[in-house]
């Protein structure tokens, strides 16, 4: 089994910044994934991140404002850009052996 | 896309009784899980279960993959069961990846 961590755990931020979150997994993974749980909701797919390829965005999500990074094969990034409100989400990282999520992160936008 | 949905929505329970949450898909699945979110937000993983029966202590689950439907039974019921449970989907297909389609899950409450 992966053990998957994230950084931050949780953070506030302003309106308008950006906040980048890391996972780190303890062994080498082809795919990682990214989803997004807004208050009360479920979990929804924001991109799939693959070493050495762009992310792969699901419907309603764009890079732009979701640039992710895949530098190595336990790594990976999500930035939220120009956030608003409506960003304020837990941020989860998994890996292609999708029984294993990361803590989270509990992002609140101001 | 693959709808999954969960019911009951919300659940409350004396401490002790016995429950059965039900996940409903729209199509055939590869993988099929159930999770459980803690009120601090982590997902942890029940089962992993496709087709067939599996138990785990008070946690048993069934999946009926010609029908398209899994069930998670909760016997005796404990404070600590409190949370979300998830159910989540996937289809392995060529050129598609390992991503999961989450159910809309069941809010559990269970009264001391």
């Known amino acids: 089994s992966a053990v998957i961590s994230q950084k931050p755990s949780r953070d506030i931020c302003q309106r308008g910044t950006s906040l980048t979150i890391q996972c780190q997994v303890d062994?080498?993974?082809?795919?990682m994934f990214w989803y997004r749980q807004q208050p009360g909701q479920s979990l929804t797919l924001i991109a799939t991140?693959?070493?050495?390829?762009?992310?792969?965005?699901e419907s309603g999500f764009v890079i732009d404002k979701f640039p992710i990074s895949r530098p190595n094969l336990t790594f990976s990034t999500l930035t939220v850009s120009n956030m608003s409100p409506e960003d304020s989400s837990i941020y989860l990282c998994?890996?292609?052996?999708?029984?294993?999520f990361g803590p989270g992160t509990r992002l609140t936008v101001l | 896309g693959i709808q999954v949905e969960q019911s009951p929505p919300d659940l409350i329970l004396q401490e002790g009784a016995n429950s059965t949450l039900r996940c409903n898909f729209s199509?055939?699945?590869?993988?099929l899980q159930w999770f459980h979110q803690n009120p601090w937000g982590q997902l942890i993983n029940l089962f992993y279960?496709?087709?067939g029966t599996k138990q785990n202590g008070r946690l048993s689950a069934t999946t009926v993959a010609t029908e398209r439907y899994s069930l998670l039974y909760i016997s005796s019921s404990q404070t600590t069961d409190s949370g979300v449970y998830f159910c989540?989907?996937?289809?392995?297909?060529?050129?598609?990846?390992?991503?999961?389609?989450f159910g809309s899950g069941t809010q559990l409450t269970v009264l001391p």
């Open positions: 998994s890996t292609e052996d999708t029984q294993y």
């Open positions: 062994s080498q993974v082809t795919m």
């Open positions: 991140a693959n070493q050495g390829s762009e992310a792969t965005y």
């Open positions: 199509d055939s699945v590869n993988n």
């Open positions: 279960i496709p087709s």
């Open positions: 989540a989907v996937g289809q392995i297909s060529s050129g598609s990846a390992r991503q999961l389609t």
